[in-house]
């Protein structure tokens, strides 16, 4: 598969994000001193506190509501939150704009960062519909041939049904398909272990790492436990991606703990999860919630979650966790895990070590360039859809294009080495994808 010349808006995307980041990591992050003398992680000095602008008021018409039996509701907790409180539809079937919009206003994920989560959200989308409507779960109902698969016009799927699109293998909370064939349901047992680090840990010096040991001993049980475990470049980096969600956008930023402090009760209101009166966690579709006090980040762009940010934290849990750099997949049966040559998957571009150097340029350049090979075959039929939406999100890529050069260049990528992970033959298969 060869990079074709074209620069599409999800390429524009990643060289806005791209852009930012390394004008942020490299010249302009400033020094900020931390206004608190215990600052639990060294990565994230925010701007001052703002109790107008962080102080999230949650009251009607964004009231929780518990989603009924016809919502839709899916994998993302985040998302799932976002509808329970109506800041997206409370039917949990939103626009790509609006999706990536609240995301932005309630949890202050950056515009690129939420982008590019939506771009890949589009995979369970309906392409058809210029407004490019997302199900957060489920598909929705009633509506034809206007998905995607590979290539072929097919029902929206729904973000639930995106396995190996996006929703992927070893994640915080919910089961890997092929185990519980459920993906979306929250499975306390894992929250549980999540909780249990917290616990274990009373001051919860750093709350990165705490998710980023939780999420390599989620892959160590996929392999352990599921056949048919696939973890290649897409499904490492959004696996990493989503587990930092937990900690970035979930805590509380309040003036007490101005870089962020993700509480346990926080993080099961979000997760939609309570206890029983025995002690045990319990979780009920539809009822992730925002805490009634919550302070969300600080509105800065540098200080919204975004590449910036997300980057030191992936190569913070790379470097505490390598195990979360488990590139590869089981063979069939579980404790067959073998390894993905990164270098000849790249064709000698890059290795995993390339990806783990400090700064994070390689990383940057390494999803951007494969975003170039990959996206424009998968989502060539909205590319004019996309980029008549995404000029309404701003004039994101002004000042930033032709800033950089990657170091390395990577011309394309050999997918048939793939093919010998049967999760991943299976869930293409079934689906026709990447
Ligand atoms: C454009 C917006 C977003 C999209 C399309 C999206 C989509 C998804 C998907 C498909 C997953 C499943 C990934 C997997 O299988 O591991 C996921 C997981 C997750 N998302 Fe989102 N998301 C978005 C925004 C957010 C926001 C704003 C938050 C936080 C406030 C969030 C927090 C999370 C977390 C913590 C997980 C891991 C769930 C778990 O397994 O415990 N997401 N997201």
Redesign the pocket.
Known sequence: MRVKPRCTPALLLFLLAAGNTLLATAFFIPERPSTNATARRSLFFPSAFNEADQRFPISPPHQFIKAGPNDHR??????N??ANHGFISRTGVDTFLN??N???Q??R?GIG??????I??LF?GNLLDPTLP?S?GEPPNNVGLTGILGGILAPPSG??N??NQ?????????CDLYICND??T?QPK??QA?LDLYTADSKITNSVALVSKHHANRIADSIANNGLFFFGPVQMI??AF?????P???ANYSAEHPEGFMSVEGLMS??GAARSPNGTLTWTRGSERIPDKYYRRPGALLDQWDLPILLPQVLEMWALYPETLSLGGNLGEPNTFFPLDLGAFTRGAYSLDDLRQPGGVNLVCFVYQLVQIVFPDLLGNVNDLLAGVLTEVGQLTDGVLGTFVCPRTMGSVDMAMLDKYPGWVKSKTKKGIL
Request: charged content about 5%.
């Open positions: 899916g994998p993302c907790p985040g998302l939150s976002l999706i990536i609240a995301s932005n309630v949890y994920m960062a939420s982008a590019a989560a939506a890949l959200g369970g997302i957060i973000l639930t995106t396995h996006f929703e992927c293998d070893a994640s915080l909370t919910r993906s979306h929250l894992y929250l999540l959004v696996g989503t587990a930092l969600q937990a970035s956008l979930f979000i997760y």
